[in-house]
């Protein structure tokens, strides 16, 4: 995988555990819905200069902008609602360990789809990053539960994700990511406004600190340009070696936790780290030039 494609991979699974500590502070007051329209409105207007600077628009064939539109809806309303309804009661630190199935479901669904063949190589690749994961987290998985209700909603809601990322491939291959990603965030915009009129969020809205504008405008600009990139990186290379680096999302939940919150980290998350690190670069291991080969021709459509 060529560094550049590894880095946006990268970026994206650090962000996705900043927005976790981050949705973990602010959905209460805001309601999950009306936090998921939030961030993707704020992440779409992000991405109106990119789509002007760049002479990229947002005409696509119907035959496209159909299923584009309907993967965003999934991808950021229903995926991102789910997973603040599970925020709202599942401690950070477990959610994204929870979460960081998103790159075994994945790798599962691409093979039964048989988008992807499945080796062992990969399959220790992100067993190992899931176990990293959870050393990672091990110390901070204690105290009273409430159920499963919470770890299932955020199950499902990676399960979402890995289905559409797997099927995101091929529009990405014949369109600019940055297309894809505009069209499906403003589909989901869209769809979001609906669940959200229920919350009441012009009630809300008005009560919220500056911390709390903080927090969302974070979350918001950091997905805009996250996902971006996640498209891009997908466009290059297979779905399991991408979603193989939301490993570090957990990790990043940890680090942040101890430089802005003075949490303190044990060896059990730095013996995580170590691990999660080993299992990106087992799952990250040079591809057999027929597979090579193949990446090169799609990326070039």
């Known amino acids: 995988m060529p560094v550049a494609v590894a880095a946006a991979a990268a970026f994206t699974g650090i962000q996705v555990g900043a927005a976790m500590v981050a949705t973990r502070y602010v959905v209460a007051d805001v309601g999950p819905a009306t936090l998921a329209l939030l961030r993707y409105a704020i992440g779409f207007l992000c991405l109106v200069p990119v789509l002007a600077a760049s002479g990229t628009g947002l005409r696509c064939p119907p035959r496209d902008l159909v299923p584009i539109a309907l993967l965003g809806i999934v991808q950021f309303g229903v995926l991102i609602a789910l997973l603040n309804v599970g925020l709202g009661t599942v401690p950070a630190g477990r959610a994204a360990l929870v979460f960081s199935s998103f790159p075994l479901l994945t790798m599962l669904v691409a093979a039964t789809l048989g988008r992807e063949r499945l080796t062992w190589a990969k399959t220790a690749g992100v067993l190992l990053t899931i176990m990293g994961v959870g050393l990672a ?9 409430r159920g499963w209700t919470g770890e299932a909603t955020i199950l499902l ?33 869209a769809f979001l406004a609906g669940l959200a009129a229920a919350e009441d969020p012009l009630a809300a809205l008005p009560r919220l ?74 799952a990250l291991g040079a591809p057999p030039a027929q597979s090579r080969s193949r990446n090169s021709a799609t990326s070039a459509i």
Not at 137 to 145: F, I, M, P, Q
Not at 263 to 278: C, H, I, K, T, Y
């Open 209 to 282: 600190g500056l911390a709390g504008w903080a927090a969302i405008l974070f979350i918001g600009v950091g997905s805009g340009s996250a996902y971006v990139l996640w498209l891009w990186a997908l466009g290059r290379a297979t779905p399991t070696r991408v979603t193989v680096f939301l490993g570090l999302g957990p990790v990043t939940a940890i680090l942040f936790g101890a430089l802005l919150l003075d949490e303190p980290v044990g060896w059990l998350p730095l013996a995580g780290l170590v691990a999660v690190l080993a299992g990106l670069r087992v």
């Open 137 to 145: 987290l091990a110390d901070r998985l204690g105290g009273a539960g």
């Open 157 to 189: 809601a990676a399960l979402c994700g890995a289905v559409c990322t797997v099927l995101y491939r091929p529009y990405v291959a014949r369109h600019s990511a940055l297309a894809v990603g505009a069209i499906a965030m403003l589909a989901s915009v």
